[in-house]
């Protein structure tokens, strides 16, 4: 596979696709479209500078930046808020970043059929806030506001409330998506129920920008209820707290997401913020969300996960009703990662089967101390999905504790990553989670897609 | 492309795999392996008899069957409980059918995890009931209980609780499937999160057993939950039937299914089983199941669902909450279709936006008078796919009106299928639903998996 050379006579094509002022080729100015929010980033990947940034505005100008590019084999690497956490948007060949930024529309909330229609650039803050207005609510909530539509369905994003609702992939219902040879397929629609023939909407959400570029998507919507019910409950240790997930989950309640954050990582937050978190005691805290459709019924589901926790040896159970209350925790619990980012080395995405998560848990101390490196963990517990936050050390030894707990966490029936996603920073790991033929089968359909490997070609596409 | 002849050496070979005694090339006892519940088969598609059925019991027999097959080029037709309604288990070559009875084990009910992992052979009915007695509940229910995991997977299954859980997709987390060029896959597992590489877990589901052989599962499961209450609802006319639907889906409790019945349905099945309907009143009617962890949460859930039944010209509601008289709207409602069946001489499976259903069953009214033929319609309101029944009458008449519903669906942002699926009836109609580009990407998939195009290869495939 080579690639083709963006030199001035394709910059002029596409200023002449996109208008002059939509290409970028000032380093300056793509200084911000070099990288993510991986941390992993500038330090183990290689982070390049593209060739040119083109920021369509049009669903026809992607298509002719991509037919150009096709042809002059020129690699493309699509690009929404930057909020990844893989190094999925890096243009490790250069060529041109698409940055969907311009295609910011909310198209429709069609209130008959409870869906919305959008373009891909729209970002997530956004769009919660628009169909708010118009009474309904949108379920997945992965960490970072800035996200953008296309960018969390090309990650199938996840976030806290999976628990009850699910990722991405449970909302997406239509999508739009420019195939790197140029074609324009609308997939899906605002049905509930499609089954005809292979699942290529399926396949694109997850695929990380590899087999074509989201430019339009239609997701439902839920009706929007009560404010959420907030209960923090402290545990002595992280044997009980976990304990604890599994017997909510098998309650009969399904709250819409339940965090479990440890001591470390709790006061780093409280300090970068200067908040207080509603209690000292306990090594680590559940954070449990409940929804309900009236006040009445998050009450009486509040009241029976309680009760399951006070039979499992909560220390206390703060309830959160207020807005102001809940505003606290839930910022606390969202800037840990902030908090805790000036220091960190790494962090991992690893999901094992929830009933596994004590034992990985255990791993992850044990590593810990044999390594002597602090490993601050919270996350996503009532999904398996608790992220830990390696703090900083040498590179050798992050790598031997990224093969330490990735063997881990296969032996447990787990994956290397839960809700980040492969992107540059995991592609050479990929193999632990996915046998040879399940990579020689992604490979050969990459190859259905995008013959000349143009569309963000990772470091094993198109190898 | 050109098959291969199964010879009598073939056979030893399929005997020297499975065992003599599951192999079988005897026209009798091959007449039910020929087709599924489609009641268009015997009059409008070829049926012909497979040259051997062969029942493993191992996966690692189906993966020497395939390896056999693929390197002689020989069709397989893999089958579960035959209870398709799209002509999907079709032999049409002849060839092998591989039916799945024999790999009928519930394998592991883990109630830590909250999945069952079981092979692809079991019935749902055992699969409900197996799981119930744990303390479980598994939410897709397509109509057949006699139906296969397997199956149900490979199409998608979906039935009248998706409304609140969504189809089978939602439920499956891990699959073992056997390519045709027979490898063994393990794709996911018992994981609530996983982004790991393209989803072919994904594009398997719902591919009709073209990709691979599915063997086994890994399924979520939901603790069980109180009896859900039923309420039927008489309506005068159709139109405020719809109507009261959509009002439901946006008043913030989602039931568990609304199933819409229309008047002749109901007698036709009335009289087949002997039985009463709890109302004679309505032209209409709708069936909204209701769901909650306990009896009070069911009881307001409900009493919110009545309101807005009364404020949408309901003539009555009845609330079915003894056993006894849930059995009997269920079973009337169940067998509507064995009910019709007789007389009926196509199904139609159209599904459109929810809101355009009402404009939908116009149509429908408009061409069943326009062509003096009786269509019943009853079905998936909640999901806006409701089942068209054409009564007998003519081939011409049934493709001409075919070619209007399927055009006005179409318009209308719906598909040829929303549940039921693609199989050989629908074939010839995918590219109503599917454009050029996409049918030239599924079969470039397809070959991908399937490069000899053995394995239940259709009109479309490998042409």
Redesign the interface.
Known sequence: MYYGKVDENLIKELKNICGSKYVITDKDQMLGYRTDETIEAEKMLRVPFPDAVVKPRFVEEISEVLKLSNKKRIPVTPRGGGTGLSGGVIPVYGGIVLSMENMNKIIEI??????VVLEAGVALGDLYKAVEREGFFFPPHPGDEGAQIGGAIA??A?GAR??KY??M??FVKGIEVV?PTG?V???G????????????M??I???EGT?GVITKATLKL????AAPMILVVPYSNRHDAIKTV?EI??????PLGIEYMEREAMERSEEYLGRKWPTEKGEGCLMVMITG??E??IF??SE?IMRICEANKALDIFMAEQKRDQENVMEIRSKMYEALKGDMMALFDI?????RMGKFMKKVEEVSEKYGVSMSTYG?A????VHVHLMKTDVKKYEKIKEELYEEGSRM??????????GLL?IGD?HI???R???E??K??KK??DPNGILNPGKIFPA
């Open positions: 069609d209130k008959e059929n409870l869906m990650t199938n996840g999976t628990v699910g990722t992939r449970s195939l074609e397929l609308n997939l629609g605002k049905l509930l129920k499609n089954n005809t023939g292979y699942a290529l399926h396949l959400i997850g695929s087999l839920l009706p929007s209820s599994l989950l098998r309650g009969g309640v399904i459709k009236d009445d019924e009486s589901r029976c999901t094992v089967p929830p009933g996503h009532g999904d398996g999905n029936g787990g994956v290397i990553s839960g809700e980040h996603g492969i995991r990929l989670s996915r046998d033929k399940e990579i089968l992604m050969k359909i259905v897609f």
